[in-house]
């Protein structure tokens, strides 16, 4: 029995570029870039004092105000992305089998603002447990994907996936399989996070794995530079609609790519760096082309985890460089974090986005805020810097990497 074909019908975004897919879209491939100044919390005392904010969120735009104390920011913009993304399918919700539709959510930190929020209060008081109801279902990692299953009734498979910031990849792959292995017909899938706050700033400040570049936030982020100093930190949600391809034909779909392979590895090195020759790394892209039975010279973009930290870029570029040998001088990789900021838990989903776009748009968003390449990275690789570039795209490369070791990688093809 000839295997069970996965496409990407819809897709919504939350973003630091912009509130839905077009404008996010459009801001990318324009070269802006999402960071600025934060404005979500008083940074005097912070050493970074910059993230890639979402901007322009009312969440009563979009939720009734007695919903709005029952969901924290990260299943905020879950919720908006998957209704996007489910709009963007063209999905008449009440003709499909809901048995078979299924959600597979991922975030690597789940309601850290109300954590903080909670906790702070708690500290301020006189210790009695003043605590609000919905603490628990609003801190949860896997509330996202429950609202979005009890919103539009979803009663197939439904869990989250917590592999750092590899998280969303994880999902995506984990999404894919289950169509695959004929457990559902229909999945959404993606990743979010909301960590702009004291403690998500405060704690990746204290790793020093933050950008300080306060005095050029816009430019903080620069995958690949000599001068890169750290990430910036991001926020939003990616969402996908995953769903069988003869599902998808018969319903006289608009198929955007072809989800073809995902592979998944460990490190097993450190608790927050990757390794050094990032053997890891290799290990996962070679699993997802063998599963997507590509060569490494079939791959066109690659879309790299590249946080723009000293360490991170270098490790993944030796993999790279190692993996791909001499197709790498053709390779064209774009690492748009640069733009976005580190999404964190969100990234893999906001950057298949990026590549399923690149596809199907063909054009390639570039590196941006990247003036002079490391000498010390592997020589010969085709980096686009400066402005998006045209170009016919068959097959994208989905890179992420979280702390804890794990790699992550997903595989997209033009259909």
Partial sequence: MAQRRVVVTGMGAISPLGNSLPEFWSNLTAGKSGAAP??????????TKFACEVKNFNPLDHFEKSEVRKIDPFTQYALVSTDEALKDAGLNLDEIDKTRVGVIWGSGNGGFYTFQQEIMEFARGDGTPRINPYFIPKVIVDIASGWIAMKHGFMGLNFTTVSACATSTTAIIDAMNYIRWNKADLIVAGGSEAAVNEAGVGGFGALKALSTRNDSPSTASRPFDISRDGFVMGEGAGSLILEEYEHARKRGARIYAEVAGGGMSADAYHLTATHPEGLGAMLGMKWALEDANLMPEEVDYLNPHATSTPVGDESEMKAVSKFFGEHKRKLLI????????????????IEAIICIKAIHEGVVPATINTTQIDPGLPEGLNILLNSSRKQSIRVALSNTFGFGGHNASAVFVKV
Avoid: E, Y
Avoid at 38 to 47: E, M, P, Y
Avoid at 334 to 349: D, E, Q, R, V
């Fill in 334 to 349: 774009s690492a748009t974090k640069s733009a976005t900021g580190h999404l964190l838990g969100g990234a893999g989903a």
């Fill in 38 to 47: 934060i404005t979500k919390f008083d940074t005097t005392k912070f050493k």
